[in-house]
């Protein structure tokens, strides 16, 4: 579904992604972890269109798609739900949600399918004339998600969306995930939570500084002694 073929990008002279190649295919979860720095979030708003690239080549859907503005990215079904969710605070819940729909043409189906978002995620439809910015973290990255389903993705890219969040609402968000997937969706997990992101996902790469230095099947990233000293706590045994 999509292809990255020696990615480069950076922000003026600095370079951030230095050669970047990477496969997602289509119905996989497939993690992206790393330190703070690693450049994730720089690949990630690269491969949405916020971030121009600099060379190499994406491919999505077997287009090349580095040329194309980050709204037709969205018709096409490539979204984005952002690092720190970026809900709009000052409108409701409800109008929240209406946004993840503006490059719709069918507005008529599009409130049946805000009902279908309140099913999943009943604390929305509870709070749903409320200002998001009264919700808590949980459920702004509910919302930042049913935001992002509005726009009917056929791949979702996640940007830390256990970020900030108490332990039990990581679980949470980690089960929501799973269940997108199972409905579906092709999903781009990126995630300081190594263990939870490789936990439900198919495939996994570490990037660092750049570049991607190691990627393999979940289960064997997840049993890699190499892995866990840097990034999972220490022996993998333990």
């Not at 951030?16 to 990477?22: A, E, F, N, R, Y």
């Not at 690949?43 to 971030?51: E, P």
């Not at 190594?194 to 198919?202: F, G, V």
Request: proline content about 3%; overall charge positive; aromatic content about 4%.
């Amino acid at each position: 579904m999509l292809r990255v073929s020696d990615l480069e990008a950076g922000y003026g002279k600095i370079q951030v992604l230095k050669g970047i190649s990477l496969e997602i295919g289509s119905g996989e979860i497939v993690t992206l972890i790393g330190a703070n720095g690693a450049g994730k979030t720089t690949l990630m708003r690269t491969l949405c269109g916020l971030l121009p690239a600099k060379g190499g080549k994406i491919e999505y859907q077997k287009t090349p798609i580095q040329g194309k503005s980050p709204a037709e990215r969205v018709k096409r079904g490539l979204i984005l739900v952002p690092e720190g969710r970026q809900i709009l605070r000052r409108m409701t819940v409800y109008e929240n949600l209406l946004m993840g729909a503006y490059a719709r043409e069918d507005q008529g189906a599009v409130r049946a399918h805000i009902e279908e978002i309140f099913h999943r995620f009943p604390v929305l439809k509870e709070r749903r004339l409320l200002a998001a910015d009264v919700l808590s973290g949980g459920e702004q990255q509910m919302l930042a998600i049913g935001r992002a389903l509005l726009s009917r993705p056929k791949l979702l890219m996640l940007d830390e969306p256990s970020l900030g969040l108490s332990p039990l609402l990581v679980r949470e968000i980690f089960k929501i995930i799973a269940d997108l997937h199972r409905s579906g969706i092709t999903i781009f997990l990126v995630e300081q939570n190594a263990l939870k992101a490789l936990q439900i996902a198919d495939r996994g790469y570490v990037m660092e500084v750049g570049r991607i230095i190691m990627s393999d099947h979940a289960q064997v990233l997840l049993n890699s002694r190499e892995l866990h000293e840097a990034y999972l706590g220490g022996d993998k045994r333990t």
